[in-house]
């Protein structure tokens, strides 16, 4: 009987620890809105609060560690490297600041003379980060003296690294006809390499298999070969639509989200839409990718995990008032700060921790198919509730029930099509 009582307590327990995607571990509440980007290293979680405050917590259970107050706000992602924690500030002082990751001891502290809302990265010893004096910093990641700075046309984003060349990638926050948007710099010296007018002014450029991708604010999104800054493609989204997510390489897919509230996949070598996603609000966020899920939050409060493959939804969270604040994934939790001053954990694959507070949206796995795909003379359709398929303009070709359905598709022109099931969708494309 005793061993039956055992076993029965260790199910109960088991109970509170194992738990489906989508759910609540914990949040943890700071005093001020949190615009900064989370990220994980050795099981702890850094971001900073628009209360001005730095934080260290335990990733799994969000106990605090450690907590330093800076006197400045942070809008940016800290960046980890080596057992130190860095992170810029963004006024009212316009620091650069390195500390034990561990302890949150400070290990040093540079000043800038504008704000700061660039995240910072270390490669080779080196820290760069840019800043809205119109400089772009290389500093020593040791001990923060300034190895050099790079004067811009106008305020600096975050910058990204090439290692294997020594090349350091940036974009300005400001456009004029006669200013270049994206620059390329030797990573050692900070001397020019190569600059592109990319239209409209850049966030935060990626870099990808010997490529640099851009989105650029008020026209679309850029591939240029980052050994010279010869453009490979754009795809043209433009006014009124202004992209304020930064792009993602992952699986051969650049995905961002836009102000038309779409998150969009486009070919990393080709620059044609390979899927979409419309999640009925604008995003800001930046994608973040991990074991073939793009996690992507939107300014209706709600948190989204896609499948890579097609775009399609497998679970989505409602959290606190989303701002700029982009997701980061770590041994199956996502981690996304909110403007209710709360830092949310959530589950992604079915372990969490213990929790009290469980509101998650999880969609349960539907038989919503589309075959042959590309499809030509006929096209065969699985679809859980009523759908409605429509050509890539927005007109609607036609409705369907719930069911099976095998349409006679001879006589569709050829081209891209979107079938809506309810909240998913899939781009099929009809071939001649």
Not at 30 to 52: A, H, K, L, M, Q
Not at 77 to 99: E, M, Q, T
Not at 408 to 429: A, F, L, P
Request: aromatic residues 16%.
């Amino acid at each position: 009987m005793k061993k039956w009582i055992l076993l029965f307590i260790i199910f109960c327990n088991l109970g509170i620890l194992f738990s489906a995607p989508g759910e609540l571990v914990w949040r943890y509440r700071t005093n001020g809105d949190i615009e900064s980007s989370p990220v994980v290293s050795n099981n702890i979680v850094y971001f900073g609060s628009n209360d001005r405050n730095f934080y260290a917590l335990n990733a799994q259970n969000g106990n605090r560690i450690w907590s330093i107050q800076i006197g400045t706000a942070i809008l940016s992602r800290p960046f980890v490297k080596d057992g130190i924690v860095y992170y810029a500030g963004s006024g009212p002082l316009f620091i650069v600041r390195a500390h034990n990751a561990n302890s949150g001891t400070m290990i040093w502290e540079y000043e800038t003379t504008g704000n700061n809302y660039s995240s910072p990265v270390v490669s080779n010893g080196i820290l760069y980060v840019g800043s809205n004096d119109k400089y772009l910093y290389a500093l020593n990641a040791s001990n923060g003296s300034l190895k050099w700075k790079y004067l811009s046309e106008a305020e600096v984003g975050s910058p990204c690294i090439w290692e294997t060349q020594g090349l350091v990638f940036f974009g300005i926050r400001k456009h004029t006809e006669e200013m270049k948007s994206l620059y390329a710099l030797d990573a050692l010296t900070g001397r020019f390499s190569w600059s592109y007018d990319t239209r409209s002014y850049v966030y935060d450029p990626f870099f990808s298999n010997g490529n640099i991708f851009s989105a650029s604010t008020s026209y679309g999104v850029f591939a240029n070969n980052a050994t010279n800054g010869s453009l490979i493609w754009s795809s043209y989204f433009g006014y009124p639509k202004y992209i304020f997510s930064n792009p993602v390489v992952s699986d051969g897919l650049v995905i961002f989200g836009c102000d038309d509230n779409i998150v969009h996949a486009l070919d990393e070598k080709t620059g044609v839409q390979k899927w979409f996603y419309n999640t009925g609000s604008d995003i800001h966020s930046d994608p973040f990718v991990k074991d073939k899920v793009v996690y992507i939050n939107s300014l209706n409060q709600y948190l989204y995990a896609l499948d890579i493959k097609d775009g399609s939804l497998k679970w989505q969270y409602r959290v606190g008032i989303i701002n700029e604040s982009s997701p980061y994934v770590s041994n199956s939790i996502v981690y996304i700060g909110c403007s209710d001053d709360y830092l949310y954990a959530i589950e992604t694959y079915g372990y969490t921790g213990f929790t009290d507070y469980k509101s998650a949206t999880k969609l349960p796995e539907k038989d919503f198919s589309a075959s042959p795909n590309p499809f030509s003379s006929r096209l065969s359709l699985s679809l859980p509730s009523s759908a409605s398929i429509y050509s890539l303009t927005g007109q609607l070709i036609i409705k369907l029930d719930k069911g099976k359905h095998s349409l006679d598709t001879s006589k569709w022109r050829e081209g891209v099509y979107i079938v809506k099931n309810g909240d998913e969708t899939k781009r099929i494309v009809k071939v001649n």
